[in-house]
């Protein structure tokens, strides 16, 4: 069965650095989508993304949050300046089309921000 | 603004017992889902549930959804060790996501 696969597993890195995060979604979908959760919390909305554009976003998603599909493939996202505060598991998710799917989820990454 | 509650947060109970797992939102709309997730690992996909007085079930576990009530249910039925995880409802979904409940952690003692 076709999965979402999520690169690193885990990346560590320090306040103040960029770090992205890469995903790739089965291949005939077509709605992406970020989430993040906080160990031991829940499962926050951050980002859909379709047509090579930003559907929606919470309020997580602000200026150092951004999103890309640079080549049709990947769907990439980018934390510019890290903080303590960003530690949390990324998952990406994506579904074949908008109505009566359930969001198929990558393992996640889990990031580390020390 | 889109409310899930779930309830219990925390679960432990034996093998071979019963228990029912709740979901309450707070407006209405289409679609509830259930996953499961099981620690340090992904969210997998149980249940859609796109309708009122829809009844699914897998195995020991059977989902219903109340639109009227804003309530969904996970029963659990004759529990066994192996369905020791954390359940989540979510609801919403398109272009919006999905808003999670806080999850239900489940422990099936021996």
């Known amino acids: 069965e076709p999965e979402v696969t999520q690169t690193p597993s885990h990346q560590v890195t320090q306040m103040g650095q960029e770090v992205i995060l890469r995903c790739v979604p089965i291949?005939?979908?077509?709605?992406f989508y970020w989430y993040r959760q906080i160990l031991g919390q829940k499962v926050e909305f951050l980002v859909s993304?379709?047509?090579?554009?930003?559907?929606?976003k919470s309020e997580i998603f602000d200026d150092q949050f951004s999103v890309e599909r640079p080549d049709g493939s990947n769907f990439t996202l980018k934390i510019r300046s890290t903080k303590l505060e960003d530690s949390a598991m990324y998952f990406c998710?994506?579904?074949?089309?908008?109505?009566?799917?359930?969001?198929?989820f990558g393992n996640g990454t889990r990031l580390t921000v020390t | 603004e889109l409310k899930v509650e779930q309830n219990p947060l925390f679960l432990s109970m034996q093998e071979g017992k019963n228990y029912t797992i709740y979901c309450n939102y707070s407006?209405?709309?289409?679609?509830l889902y259930w996953y499961r997730q099981d620690p340090g690992k992904s969210l997998e996909s149980l249940f859609v549930?796109?309708?009122?007085?829809a009844v699914k079930q897998e195995g020991r576990l059977m989902a219903s959804l109340d639109t009227k009530a804003r309530l969904s249910t996970l029963h659990i039925t004759a529990a066994v060790h192996d369905l020791s995880a954390t359940y989540f409802c979510?609801?919403?979904?398109?272009?919006?996501?999905?808003?999670f409940g806080k999850g239900t952690h489940l422990i099936i003692q021996p």
């Open positions: 998710a994506s579904i074949p089309g908008l109505y009566n799917s359930p969001l198929h």
């Open positions: 291949s005939n979908h077509l709605y």
């Open positions: 993304f379709y047509n090579n554009e930003i559907s929606e």
């Open positions: 407006t209405t709309s289409d679609r």
């Open positions: 549930l796109l309708s009122n007085g």
């Open positions: 979510a609801r919403g979904g398109g272009a919006d996501g999905l808003t």
